[in-house]
Antibody
Framework: VHLAESGGNLVQPGGSLRLSCAAS????????MTWVRQAPGKGLEWVSD????????YYADSVKGRFTISRDNSKNTLYLQMNSLRAEDTAVYYC??????????????WGKGTTVTVSS | QSALTQPASVSGSPGQSITISCTGT?????????VSWYQQHPGEVPKLMIY???NRPSGVSNRFSGSKSGNTASLTISGLQAEDEADYYC??????????FGGGTKVTVL
């Protein structure tokens, strides 16, 4: 089982970025997936998750209305579209696999993360 | 929603047992048996140590155990070893269909 994030970069405040997470080694469409972030020197913060079918999505209040989670089960890939980025969105973004198909009760596999820096 | 409450740090000598608490509310820890614990060494990826309050994934040492009483969950590390020095985070599913983490606890092996 392997998760590989990409797309992190330096972006100006107000800008946009799309993160990707390529999954392998398991039946991707059968599992809910999640994004978790960690600001420099800070703790873990849940960002968003999506059911295996993609029909149900959930967001943290801090990103609601700015971030959009999606998935392409034909490509075994998870996405996070981030708009209206703020300095406080600066963090390492981890993609993680949930243990069930509908909601993420816990994350049993994590990617290595991709770094997003929002700064002018 | 505020983070679950964890002590900032806990320490112990090799061989001792330590316990990390994780306090939530009736909307998360108290309402669901979906508390999990993650270990993170500096510069590394979080690793699942406990799920569904008491269950250990395959490969995790049986020195790690979890429990819950009301709105407080706990992680106990028995026979503390140098390799256990890391940050530990609790997490819970919530009534809003979201996930919430604790602020993290730094475990120091003296």
């Amino acid at each position: 089982v392997h998760l590989a994030e990409s797309g992190g970069n330096l972006v100006q405040p107000g800008g946009s970025l799309r993160l990707s997470c390529a999954a392998s080694g398991f039946t991707f469409s059968s599992y809910a997936m999640t994004w978790v972030r960690q600001a420099p020197g800070k703790g873990l913060e849940w960002v968003s998750d999506i059911s295996g079918s993609g029909d149900s999505v959930y967001y943290a209040d801090s990103v609601k209305g700015r971030f959009t989670i999606s998935r392409d089960n034909s490509k075994n890939t998870l996405y996070l579209q981030m708009n209206s980025l703020r300095a406080e969105d600066t963090a390492v973004y981890y993609c993680a696999k949930g243990a069930g198909g509908y909601v993420v009760y816990y994350m049993d596999v994590w990617g290595k993360g991709t770094t997003v820096t929002v700064s002018s | 929603q505020s983070a679950l409450t964890q002590p900032a740090s806990v320490s112990g000598s090799p061989g001792q047992s330590i316990t990390i608490s994780c306090t939530g509310t009736s909307s998360d820890v108290d309402d669901y048996n979906s508390v999990s614990w993650y270990q993170q060494h500096p510069g590394e990826v979080p690793k699942l140590m406990i799920y569904d309050v008491t269950n250990r994934p395959s490969g995790v040492s049986n020195r790690f155990s979890g429990s819950k009483s009301g709105n407080t969950a706990s992680l106990t590390i028995s026979g503390l070893q140098a390799e256990d020095e890391a940050d530990y985070y609790c997490s819970s599913y919530t009534s809003s269909s979201t996930v919430i983490f604790g602020g993290g606890t730094k475990v120091t092996v003296l």
